[in-house]
Every structure is written in structure tokens, then in C-alpha cells.
């Protein structure tokens, strides 16, 4: 079965930087998009970053320029590298897979960063 487990989450201070991974498991990764998103407290989820199986990446306006995604597909493992960190960045950070030709969707269970001084 298909398995999304993030890592990488924790508290950091304003301006600071951290990487997240996603790794998967039971998939072939090639033909998979996969995308970053987040959810604060009271707020929807959002699309951070995605990447698509052609590499092609695009990021929500508030992370453009700071985060950045990223693909291994000889570790089946997505990043995400933050920097300049912002209080406003706290949130659940989740790992979606979705499958190039049907759609399947599959979630990790998120990790959490909190950006604080």
C-alpha cells in the first residue's frame, strides 16, 4: 500500500531554514506528482509547492522565492527546503502524492513546524 511519511518538522526561530522530507513507500514514484501543503490552526489547507513528474514546480505566492522543492527519485523522497522563515510559516506541513494517469490521491499524516522566536 501506499505510504507517505514526512520528517524533518520542528521549531525554528524567525529567518531560520529547514528542510522537510517526504518518503515514500509500496509506489512506483516516477509517474507521480507530488506537492507540499500546509494547514495552520482555523485556516484550510493550502498548496505550498508542487512538482510535477516533468520537474516542473510552481509555489503559493507567500513561500515564492524562500522555499524550494525538490524530487529523488532514486530515494523516493520529495523535499522541501525553507529558509527565511516566518511565524507566519507555523502549520501542519503535509506530502500529497497524486497519480499521473487516475488522480489517486494519497496524503502523509504531516509534520509540524513552528516558527518562533
Known amino acids: 500500500q501506499v505510504q507517505l511519511v514526512e520528517s524533518g518538522g520542528g521549531v525554528v526561530q524567525p529567518g531560520g531554514s529547514l528542510r522537510l522530507s517526504c518518503a515514500a513507500s509500496?509506489?512506483?514514484?516516477?509517474?507521480?506528482?507530488m506537492g507540499w501543503y500546509r494547514q495552520a490552526p482555523g485556516k484550510q489547507r493550502e498548496l505550498v509547492a508542487a512538482?510535477?513528474?516533468?520537474?516542473?514546480?510552481n509555489y503559493a505566492d507567500a513561500v515564492k522565492g524562500r522555499f524550494t522543492i525538490s524530487r529523488d527519485g532514486a530515494k523516493n523522497t520529495v523535499y522541501l527546503q525553507m529558509n527565511s522563515l516566518k511565524p507566519e510559516d507555523t502549520a501542519v506541513y503535509l506530502c500529497?502524492?497524486?497519480?499521473?494517469?487516475?488522480?489517486?490521491?494519497?496524503w502523509g499524516q504531516g509534520t509540524q513546524l513552528t516558527v518562533s522566536s
Open positions: 512538482i510535477n513528474v516533468w520537474g516542473e514546480v
Open positions: 500529497k502524492a497524486t497519480l499521473h494517469y487516475t488522480g489517486a490521491d494519497y
Open positions: 509500496g509506489l512506483v514514484f516516477s509517474p507521480y506528482h
